[in-house]
Nanobody, 126 residues
């Protein structure tokens, strides 16, 4: 079992930045591929970014490419999402997710993830 706890959400203006953190506990963090998803009111949860077990490979949904950066620190059992140039359409609850995987693998389908955090709210005002 892996427990995931997100932090770092908040209310910002368009163009500003936020850094989300996700702290993991319970198992060997470096055995888990990690991802960030988000869910806006009235919409389905959607993929944002993913990172492989050791951080060598990353992948982003098109709408955040060039603005968001996913990273991880296995020594700190943490994964991060640096969000720059935020837009009102980025407003959502952001979730951290994890699953066991192979070296170099990452996952973009929420159905592939085993563990989820409780989410952190990000609100971007115009």
């Amino acid at each position: 079992q892996v427990q995931l706890v997100e932090s770092g959400g908040g209310l910002v203006q368009a163009g500003e930045s936020l850094r989300l953190s996700c702290a993991a506990s319970g198992r060997t963090f470096s055995n888990y591929a990690m991802g960030w998803f988000r869910q806006a009111p009235g919409k389905e949860r959607e993929f944002v970014a993913a990172i492989s077990l050791r951080g060598g490979r990353t992948y982003y949904t098109d709408s955040v490419k060039g603005r968001f950066t996913i990273s991880r620190d296995n020594a700190k059992n943490s994964v991060y999402l640096q969000m720059n140039s935020l837009k009102p359409e980025d407003t959502a609850v952001y979730y951290c997710a994890g699953r066991t995987g192979y070296s170099g693998s990452y996952y973009t389908d929420l159905k592939e993830y085993e563990y989820w955090g409780q989410g952190t709210q990000v609100t971007v005002s115009s």
